[in-house]
């Protein structure tokens, strides 16, 4: 196998797509195709992946989120809500942009790396002064370092905090900048406390590339008088609850007349 070849690892029952990123000595560095997780295997762990069996019912999850319903086309115009969003992967990332592009969201990336993120956040707002933002690339939770309640524990989630904790105080209210915040295995309860509207991951899941984005999207297409549907939001994303949580807040869409 090589750099680039796409894999699946049998101690995990073949459940997901990597890509092989870089080989040293006998061991394989993995990068998740569909979720955001890196990972390292044996070769003898990995069998080939061809494309043919969609494991993880990607086709299934990609029509789902874009089969929306549209917003209605009479007398009266829409703003929805404008999204920075700021990534850890820039692979990530672009597939974002791509997603908010195809849902007509006016958006802004920015590759950061996780630990650079909270001394960058107040002027990257006073730049681009979005309506929603969201803070996300990589995370990890590690069991041998501690409890799920230590932030010590986990790869990035005080990074994460520490960047929602800056982030309010450029804006205090929930509902003046919408924050979307953490990757896989975050530690939601941190972030939520930190001031974060919505945040991964509830049960310490992997979470899939898209998901901050089709918060972030849901976000920017909820009436900006009236409080969203939190349950219907979350559930929109590929491991709903599990993967992420948040508060019920109004939305950031503008309706105006005439159109």
């Not at 997901?16 to 040293?24: A, P, S, W």
């Not at 692979?91 to 802004?108: G, H, P, T, V």
């Not at 107040?122 to 996300?136: A, C, F, G």
């Not at 975050?186 to 509207?197: F, P, Q, R």
Request: charged share 30%.
């Amino acid at each position: 196998m090589n750099i680039g070849d796409l894999v699946t690892r049998n101690s995990y029952d073949n459940d997901l797509i990597f890509r092989i990123i870089d080989i040293e000595s006998d061991i394989y560095y993995l990068k998740g195709i569909n979720v955001r997780l890196y990972a390292d295997s044996s070769a003898d762990d990995l069998v080939s992946y061809d494309g043919e069996l969609d494991i993880e019912e990607e086709a299934v999850f990609q029509e789902r989120i874009k089969d929306r319903t549209d917003i209605e086309r009479d007398e009266y115009f829409y703003l929805p809500g404008k999204v920075l969003h700021i990534d850890g992967d820039k692979e990530y990332l672009n597939r974002c942009l791509k997603f908010y592009e195809d849902m007509n969201i006016a958006s802004l990336g920015v590759i950061e790396k996780e630990e650079d993120v909270p001394s960058k956040i107040y002027s990257l707002l006073e730049k681009y002064n979005p309506n929603i933002l969201v803070i996300t690339g990589h995370d990890a939770y590690y069991k041998r370092k501690g409890n799920v309640g230590d932030l010590d524990a986990y790869k990035n989630s005080k990074n994460f905090v520490e960047a929602v904790m800056e982030a309010r105080k450029y804006e205090s209210s929930h509902e003046k900048l919408v924050i979307i915040a953490g990757a896989c295995q975050s530690n939601y309860e941190e972030l939520i406390k930190a001031g974060a509207n919505f945040a991964s991951s509830p049960k310490r899941v992997n979470i899939h590339a898209l998901d901050p984005a089709i918060v972030a999207v849901k976000m920017s297409l909820s009436d900006i008088n009236k409080d969203i549907d939190l349950k219907s939001i979350i559930e929109s994303t590929k491991y709903g609850a599990n993967g992420i949580g948040g508060i019920i807040t109004k939305g950031t869409m503008y309706m105006g007349y005439p159109r």
